[in-house]
């Protein structure tokens, strides 16, 4: 059984940092670990996926504030987000993708609240 757990979120000044951690096991490999987020009474937007083979995609507001690693040997994945801003707010979500052969399954955390406010 997959289990994908985040950690790391909290309260943080605008201009501040935060490094978000993402652990994810019960399967052999994770074809995609992606980052997430949802503000209130907003959509989820993708703040970053990474794949297997290294490849990283950012969301638009993620581009140069936000860098995404993924640490295999270890099932982890991390979120280092700095200057973050107020509209930064909201519950960030991790999610792990498993694929075997044409069957494509997603696994999510259960999100980790990233406040900024002064």
């Known amino acids: 059984q997959v289990q994908v757990v985040e950690s790391g979120g909290g309260l943080v000044q605008p201009g501040g940092s935060l490094r978000l951690s993402c652990v994810a096991s019960?399967?052999?490999?994770?074809?995609?670990i992606s980052w997430y987020r949802q503000a209130l009474g907003k959509e989820r937007e993708l703040a970053a996926s990474?794949?297997?083979?290294?490849?990283?995609n950012y969301g638009s507001f993620a581009e140069g504030r936000f860098a995404a690693i993924r640490d295999d040997a270890r099932n982890m994945a991390f979120l280092q987000m700095k200057n973050l801003r107020v509209e930064d707010t909201a519950v960030y979500y991790c999610n792990a993708r498993t694929k075997y052969q044409w069957q494509i399954d997603d696994h999510w955390g259960q999100g980790t609240q990233v406040t900024v406010s002064s």
């Open positions: 990474l794949r297997a083979d290294g490849s990283v």
């Open positions: 019960g399967a052999p490999t994770f074809y995609e």
